[in-house]
């Protein structure tokens, strides 16, 4: 089915541990983002790559690195995880110059303990 | 910087009401906006988007418009019904970056 895939779904992790959510999208998007939602709030961006090999940090980067390495997959990676990071993250994708709206993953929901 | 501002935070309306959620943002350069739903625990489902020239976009008992010069969106809801409980957030889409407003929490009463 063509659409945006994250995973994991559920993941808990210790303060310390490292980590990478993936995504993963069909749909030969060129724009692709991640965000973060915790409760009773919007979502707030991480980072964002408007093509392979381009990536730009969003509102709330610290302690978060991703890369683009095709235009499929945009990984999101948790360099030393912290109690603060617990929250759900969405990856989204869209086509090229914002000419179509964003299709959004389902979701993963982490947990730092 | 870009900000996105949902009013109101929340809303109880008994079914059948007619309503209007608003969403206003600071900077006018933007290529879009798009109207999502999120249902608890759920991901986001997207309603309406509507490009920076257009002045409305309409889906069944949906209608959003967009002033840019304004800095002003608003979703109207007709004849609502309990199915429309939930919360609805607006974005606004340029280059890449997106910035999401907080969002509307809607209760339909049956």
């Known amino acids: 089915n063509a659409g945006v895939t994250q995973t994991p779904k559920f993941q808990v992790l210790k303060t310390g541990q490292s980590m990478t959510l993936q995504c993963a999208q069909d749909?030969?998007?060129?724009?692709m983002s991640w965000y973060r939602q915790d409760p009773g709030m919007g979502l707030r961006l991480i980072h964002y790559?408007?093509?392979?090999?381009?990536?730009d940090q969003g509102e709330v980067p610290n302690g978060y690195n991703v890369s683009r390495s095709t235009t499929e997959d945009f990984p999101l990676r948790l360099l030393s995880a912290a109690p603060s990071q617990t929250s759900v993250y969405f990856c989204?994708?869209?086509?090229?110059?914002?000419?179509?709206?964003?299709?959004f993953g389902s979701g993963t929901r982490l947990t730092v303990v | 910087k870009q900000e996105v501002t949902q009013i109101p935070a929340a809303l109880s309306v008994p079914e059948g009401e007619n309503l209007v959620l608003n969403c206003s943002f600071t900077?006018?350069?933007?290529?879009?906006l798009q109207w999502f739903r999120q249902d608890p625990g759920k991901g986001l489902t997207s309603l309406l988007l509507?490009?920076?020239?257009?002045r409305e976009q309409t889906s069944g008992r949906l209608n959003a418009s967009l002033d840019k010069s304004s800095g002003r969106s608003t979703l109207y809801i007709a004849a609502s019904q309990p199915g429309d409980s939930a919360t609805y957030l607006c974005?606004?889409?340029?280059?890449?970056?997106?910035?999401f407003g907080d969002g509307t929490t809607l209760t339909v009463k049956p």
């Open positions: 989204a994708s869209s086509y090229g110059g914002d000419a179509t709206g964003y299709t």
């Open positions: 749909m030969n998007h060129e724009y």
């Open positions: 790559s408007v093509g392979a090999g381009i990536t």
């Open positions: 900077d006018s350069a933007i290529y879009n």
């Open positions: 509507i490009q920076s020239s257009q």
């Open positions: 974005a606004v889409h340029n280059a890449g970056k997106s910035t």
